[in-house]
């Protein structure tokens, strides 16, 4: 790897496009290589975004490439999905999420490529999973986006409750992202302070109601404009950060569980040391025992969910 930070960026969707824009906007990548089967999206976007680099910091260069880029990259990300039409399930992307990584993948490791793959494709638990197994990479070397955005909707939803600035408020989601994410309210707090001294009265419904105000949160933004990205577009840019300046910073990733939280052999949201090297260390917060009987239920439904991709049927 070199240091002038070349992103390779395949799916240029959604997600995609707006991971694009806070990218050059965030001036952290010199090159910005866009992959798509689209190629008139993907050509508009490059044109469309060069000239929002004009008036950047430092101008990033953006351009249409090839797999071959993959070679010298310095990150590549995967931002290509189902374009978010289903309303109640994520789960029924998994089979065309899987096609992608089987298309895509193999491409990405036969020009050499030998560093991190970040993504961000849906279900991401399980998808992460699916490129560990076609790319033959190390789990660490896969890092998938997690409950980071399922993190930053309880903190908002906590600053809205009290009042308070969401920078000082610490709140986790674990787990799937997806229908079986647990809230951590058990280490919720505001710079160090127990939520319990700031919301009264909360009792296991009142967390039930919340969590799944947050697993909803998404499907009410698809319902209203056809997609969510521009918080996820953020939250693909801060694990970019974190891998790219080599932050070591403590995000909530999908990384490959071997014991921690008592689960072992899947991907799945935990707070994870993410810097040049990926996945480097998953962090083991105490939790509460319905948190983990939670935790363990979401386990074991990622586990069954991997089995849909039928990666044996589909290779």
């Known amino acids: 790897m070199n240091n002038r930070n070349k992103v390779v960026l395949i799916g240029d969707g959604f997600v995609g496009s707006s991971y694009a ?25 490059v044109n469309d975004l060069l000239d929002s680099t004009v008036l950047t910091p430092s ?50 490791v036969e020009n050499g490529y030998d560093g991190v793959i970040l993504l961000a494709t849906n279900p991401v638990d399980v998808i992460a999973r699916v490129v560990e197994e076609v790319s033959g990479f190390s789990p660490e070397r896969i890092v998938g986006t997690g409950t980071s955005l399922d993190s930053a909707r309880f903190a908002q939803y906590l600053a809205l409750e009290t009042g308070f600035n969401v920078a ?48 909803d949160k998404a499907f009410r933004i698809i319902k209203g404009k056809g997609a969510t990205h521009f918080g996820i577009a953020n939250c693909l840019l801060a694990f970019t950060r974190a891998i790219l300046l080599d932050e070591k910073r403590v995000l909530m990733a999908s990384a490959k569980l071997n014991g921690e939280y008592k689960n072992e052999g899947l991907y799945t949201g935990v707070p994870t040391v993410i810097g040049r090297n990926g996945a480097e260390k998953i962090l083991e917060m105490p939790i509460d025992k319905r948190e983990q009987d939670m935790f ?11 089995l849909l991709a039928d990666l044996k049927k589909n290779r």
Request: hydrophobic fraction near 40%; include cysteine.
């Open 21 to 45: 824009f806070s990218l050059v906007n965030s001036t952290l990548a010199s090159e910005l290589v866009i992959i798509d089967i689209r190629k008139d999206k993907e050509v508009a976007d």
């Open 168 to 215: 000082d408020i610490n709140a986790y989601v674990i787990g799937e992202h997806g229908n079986s994410s647990v809230a951590v309210w058990s280490n919720a707090n505001i710079n160090g302070i127990g939520i319990g001294q700031f919301i009264e009265n909360i009792d296991d419904s009142y967390k039930d109601k919340v969590g799944e105000l947050i697993r």
């Open 59 to 108: 101008a990033t260069l953006v351009r249409s490439g090839s797999y071959e880029d993959c070679k010298d990259a310095d990150l590549v990300v995967l931002a290509y999905g189902n374009s978010q039409k289903n309303l109640v399930n994520r789960l029924d992307d998994i089979k065309i999420a899987t096609e992608m990584v089987l298309d895509t993948i193999p491409k990405v």
């Open 296 to 306: 363990d239920k979401s386990c074991r439904d990622l586990k069954e969910n991997f």
